[in-house]
């Protein structure tokens, strides 16, 4: 009888798959972009069907941790995890242990202890994911950071943008308002430039980073400059993230008078979108957020589905799955 040799290594069973997270648009990659935008669209089109649960992540329970005010993406995060059949649990620091001086650490390390698969998490912190990555195993979703990143809004807009004008590569967005406070722009600025888009910021010299065209876009404080973009992205003044006393603007009357987003100061056929909240009548005249060219409650959609597409990922380690030659996630579920 032949021998049965058994090498050391047979005997340890399959290594853990490396974890993975989204953090910040620089953990991704042109390919990375694209095979999350075409898994978006597969489950875009699975919710056209009557019923619209997959069973792709049953037994996987994903935890929403959110420390700031949120509807769109805590919303999101939430039904995109049913949608895929995840278990979910959705915590918001007020009425936790938060509110009676628990740390992050703590709170994380307690969420840790029922081995979720995926924590998404929004802090005022820049650098909270990164901890939470520290002190569990779970993979990490950033789902805003402070005024650091907030990448699945630039996946979404990306989407949302692909979708509606059939390209990404080689359009010009322009980007006004409060760039400087916006996590939204960071993360924008560097998903549509390695997509191969023109970014241009227009806003208030006071609200726009020294030096941000060292990130390969232009800037300039004259809202005129928005006449010559396909699509015009509109930001929120985000007071909650201002220095206090810091006077970026004379006055709102007076920022709105000189960069709000008005009928008059843009072309015909001229697409808008914003993350939301909006504050109407401050950033974006009503007209403009109620016009057919206004993509908001599209991006709106987009943000669950690309939610679906980055837990899918996350959960599958994705290039293997939704390779070209690979099955659709449709037909893996
Ligand atoms: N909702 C976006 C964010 O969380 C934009 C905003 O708040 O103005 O960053």
Redesign the pocket.
């Known amino acids: 009888m032949a021998d049965i040799r058994v090498m050391r290594d047979d005997l340890l069973p399959p290594k853990a798959p490396p974890r993975r997270h989204l953090i910040s648009i620089d953990d991704v990659t042109e390919d990375d972009v694209s095979r999350l935008l075409g898994t978006a669209r597969s489950f875009e089109r699975s919710l056209e069907r009557e019923v619209k649960k997959l069973p792709t992540l049953r037994g996987r329970l994903v935890i929403n941790l959110f420390y700031e005010s ?1 509807t ?2 805590s919303s999101s995060f939430e039904l995109a995890a049913k949608r895929l059949s995840a278990d979910t649990m959705s915590i918001k620091s007020s009425g936790s242990s938060v509110d009676k001086g628990e740390s992050l650490k703590d709170t994380a390390l307690t969420l840790g202890a029922y081995d979720p698969d995926v924590i998404v998490i929004r802090h005022p912190y820049i650098g909270a994911p990164h901890l939470v990555a520290r002190v569990t195993d779970a993979h990490i979703v950033n789902a ?1 950071d402070g005024k650091h990143q ?1 990448p699945t ?1 630039a996946l979404l807009d990306l989407y949302t943008i692909q979708q509606e004008l059939g390209r990404i590569e080689g359009l010009h967005v322009a980007i006004v308002g409060d760039v400087l406070h ?3 722009a960071r993360s924008n600025i560097q998903a549509l430039t390695l997509m191969g888009a023109r970014v241009t910021l227009v806003g208030p010299p006071a609200l726009i980073p020294r030096g941000v065209e060292a990130m390969g876009c232009e800037a300039t404080a004259d809202i005129d400059a928005i006449k010559a973009a396909d699509v015009v992205y509109v ?2 003044m ?1 007071n909650e993230r201002m220095q206090e006393g810091a006077n970026y603007v004379p006055s709102l009357r007076e920022y709105t008078a000189r960069w709000g987003v008005t009928p008059e100061r843009l072309r015909p056929g001229q697409k808008v979108m914003h ?3 909006m504050n109407r009548g401050v950033e974006i005249d009503p007209t403009v957020a109620d016009d057919a060219d206004a993509l908001i409650v599209t991006q709106v959609r987009a943000g669950l589905v690309i939610r679906m597409a980055v837990l899918y990922d996350l959960l599958t380690h994705g290039p293997a799955l939704v390779g070209a030659a690979a099955k659709t996630p449709l037909e893996v579920a």
Do not use: A, F, N
Request: without cysteine; positive net charge; charged residues 20%.
């Open positions: 949120s769109r993406t805003g907030h809004q916006s996590r939204v930001l929120r985000q993350p939301g909240p």
